[in-house]
């Protein structure tokens, strides 16, 4: 374990079974698609897939398989009618974990490439109103694209900084799902290079913090919010939610997930955390054969 | 939003054309820009949205081109289903050879304009039919290009 490289080291002290989560780096994550019931039937998606030749595998999520192919997802029939997404099996839990209902108003502030916006629709039936928000011209396109491919009809797509959403308190429920440093997504290559590492300098827990309490500001009073990230870092998860549970009347949810999870912590390298941090939920790549991720539920009081 | 006049015409040319049900689209808003009409499901909380930049709202619907009205081929894809004439069903070796092509003969009583290109049940979207027995491609390029790699 001496050779875990930065910044994952400092970290084992609170990853269960820190050798196995090390070893488990150097393989590669299964992939995972999401199919789209609002394009045709699912029996009519599944079959279309066995054509051509795609195995699938159960996941116990709603609409989720593992997809083995020999051929590329993006490049098969069923992508390009909409019927399916290509998604990290994680990124099913924040949408889960917001629960929302049909024939609500839904923000979801950093919306692209979509894979969540779309999922949010899927689970409201396309009714009501998802604003799927990015604050970058160039994501807003992938995001438009993909709306368009899966046939989407309740979401409208806006170009805002966290600065400029609009005043009072609209929303049902608000997604965050935050820009981090991506650790959940770390691979190591052969020469113990991490992979996927993102570069840069950018203060990404300030950004974090911004973010989640203007989210919360734009909820319903009894709303939903949830907040989440594909990093392990501490100081952009349980830091940035006891900075909101400091600054506004916000409380902490609990949650049983339908992947295998962990608390969330209540202190990391000699900071506290509000006690409530422990209803956070964690999920490591070794556990859940996905992408990292952590994720808190939030209500309004 | 869309003068009532417009939006029958809009919906009428669906029903007329391909056999969609006009209360299909009941639910739903139709918008329009300069060249597109979207689809948008109609929502009460959409008034409060006003104040932000709304880059696109909904599914590209239809568009005018030369004259006349283009289903979009998301459109098509999402509401085809439920259309009952003016359907090309054809094996997905011909689709292929139509966006190879750009056209293809099609021996059909359908009247001149859109048809819904189907394959094994499936919409694609939609392509110009006109007399004699002409098809001509008109999917979008990118699709083009992945169906032919598809047969």
Redesign the interface.
């Known amino acids: 374990m001496e050779d875990a490289p930065s910044p994952l080291a400092s970290y084992l002290d609170f990853i269960p079974d820190p050798e196995e989560y090390l070893g488990s780096l150097t393989d590669f994550l299964p992939p995972y698609i999401r199919i789209n019931p609002i394009k045709a039937p699912v029996s009519r998606i599944l079959g279309l897939l066995q054509e051509e030749g795609v195995r699938l595998a159960d996941t116990g999520i709603s609409w989720f398989y593992q997809a083995a192919s020999s051929r590329v997802l993006g490049s098969l029939r069923a992508y390009h009618l909409g019927y399916i997404y290509p998604q990290a099996l994680s990124s099913a839990l924040p949408v889960l974990a917001l629960d929302p209902e049909p024939g609500e108003l839904v923000l979801d502030m950093c919306a692209a490439p979509g894979g969540k916006a779309t999922h949010i629709s899927q689970l409201m039936d396309d009714t009501g109103t998802v604003v799927a928000n990015d604050r970058k011209y160039r994501r807003i396109t992938a995001l438009t694209a993909n709306i368009k491919r899966l046939g989407i009809t309740n979401t409208v797509v806006t170009l805002n900084s966290r600065t400029i959403l609009p005043a009072g308190q609209p929303f049902d429920r608000v997604l965050v799902d935050a820009p981090c440093s991506g650790e959940g997504r770390y691979r190591i290559g052969p020469h113990r290079e991490i992979i996927h590492r993102k570069r840069g300098r950018t203060d990404l827990p300030a950004i974090q913090k911004g973010l989640l309490v203007k989210a919360f500001d734009l909820v319903k009073p009894g709303g939903m919010l949830v907040y989440s990230t594909c990093t392990i870092n501490p100081l952009e998860n349980e830091a940035v939610v006891h900075h909101l549970l400091q600054q506004r009347s916000a409380r902490l949810l609990p949650w049983t997930p339908p992947l295998e999870w962990s608390p969330g912590l209540t202190e990391f390298m000699g900071k506290e955390y509000d006690t409530s941090c422990r209803l956070c939920r964690r999920f490591y790549p070794h556990r859940i054969r996905s992408v990292g991720f952590f994720l808190a539920r939030i209500v309004k009081v | 939003m869309l003068r009532s006049d417009t939006r029958e015409e809009i919906i009428g040319y669906w029903e007329e054309r391909f056999g969609v049900p006009a209360r299909t689209f009941d639910?739903?808003l139709l918008m329009a820009s300069s060249r597109t009409v979207y689809?948008?499901?109609e929502?009460p909380?959409?008034e409060?949205?006003k104040?932000?930049?709304?880059?696109?709202?909904?599914?590209?619907f239809i568009r005018k081109v030369a004259g006349y009205l283009k289903p979009t081929t998301?459109a098509v894809?999402?509401f085809g289903?439920w259309a009952g004439k003016c359907i090309a069903n054809l094996s997905?070796s011909d689709l292929s050879r139509l966006c190879r092509d750009g056209e293809i003969k099609l021996e059909k009583d359908f009247s001149p304009g859109y048809v819904i290109l189907r394959t094994d049940?499936?919409?694609?979207g939609c392509s110009l039919f006109l007399s004699p027995d002409r098809l001509l491609c008109r999917l979008p390029k990118n699709?083009r290009k992945?169906?032919m790699?598809?047969a």
């Open positions: 639910p739903y689809l948008v499901r929502n909380g959409l409060l949205l104040t932000m930049r709304i880059q696109n709202a909904g599914l590209p998301f894809q999402r289903a997905i049940g499936d919409t694609w699709l992945a169906i790699q598809m």
